[in-house]
C-alpha cells in the first residue's frame, strides 16, 4: 500500500497518519519530524532546515527529498503513509517518478479543513518533549500526570507562523490537488470533527 496523507497545516495529517500506519502496518513517513529531528539533533540537514522549519516556510526542495527517499528506500518505496510531503509540485514530480519505477498505485488522501478549524486547533496544540505526544488544550487534553512545563508549543503553531504556513500551502502547495486528481489518485475526505470520525472516512474511502 501507497498513501500520502494530503492537507493545510493542522488538518490531522500526522494524527491520521498514525492510525493507518498501525491499522495496515505501514511505516509512517514524516518529512516534519524527520527535519525538526534532524534540528534538534543539529545535524547539517538540520541546521540548514532550521530556519524555514522555526517560520513555517518550506524547507527547500533538494533538503526534503534528500531525507525523504532515504526513509522511501530504506522500506523499499512499498507500505509506507507519507506525512506531509510532498508540498510542492517538484517534490510531486520526484516522488512520481520513483513510485512509478516500484510499480506505481500511490493513493493521496487529502483532507479538507476550513482555515477557521485550523486557526483553533493549532493555537492550543501542545507537544510533550519527552515523548513526543501531540495534545490539544481542550479536545485532547493531557493526562493528570503530565507535568504541564513537558508540554511544549511549536514554534511554527504560534499564531504568526500559522497564517504564513497557511498562505504558503495555498501559493505551493494546493496545486498538488490538481495535480493529483488528474492522475486519477486524489481522494477527498472530510477532515472536520473527531479523530475517530475521521478516521473511519479514510478507511471507507480506501475500501471503496
Ligand atoms: P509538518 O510537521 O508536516 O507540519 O511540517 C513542519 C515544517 O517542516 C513545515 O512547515 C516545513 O517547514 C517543513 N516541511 C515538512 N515537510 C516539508 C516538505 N515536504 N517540503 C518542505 N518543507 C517541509
Known sequence: MRLALFGPPGSGKGTQASILK??????????GNMLRAARDAGTAVGLEA???????????DGIVWKIAREALVECGFDDFVLDGF???LRQAEWLDRDIQRAGGGLKVISLEVSDNVILKR?????????????????NNPPPDDVDPADLIQRADDKPQAVRLRLEVYERETAPIKDHYTRLG?????????????VAGRIAQALSS
Open 86 to 88: 510532498p508540498r510542492t
Open 50 to 60: 532550521k530556519r524555514y522549519l522555526d517560520q513555517g516556510e518550506l524547507v527547500p
Open 122 to 138: 493549532l493555537s492550543k496544540r501542545r507537544i510533550h518533549r519527552v515523548t513526543g505526544e501531540v495534545y490539544h488544550l481542550e
Open 22 to 31: 498501525d491499522r495496515h502496518s505501514l511505516e509512517h513517513l514524516s518529512t
Open 185 to 197: 489518485a486524489l481522494i477527498e475526505v472530510d477532515g472536520a470533527g473527531d479523530v475517530q470520525t
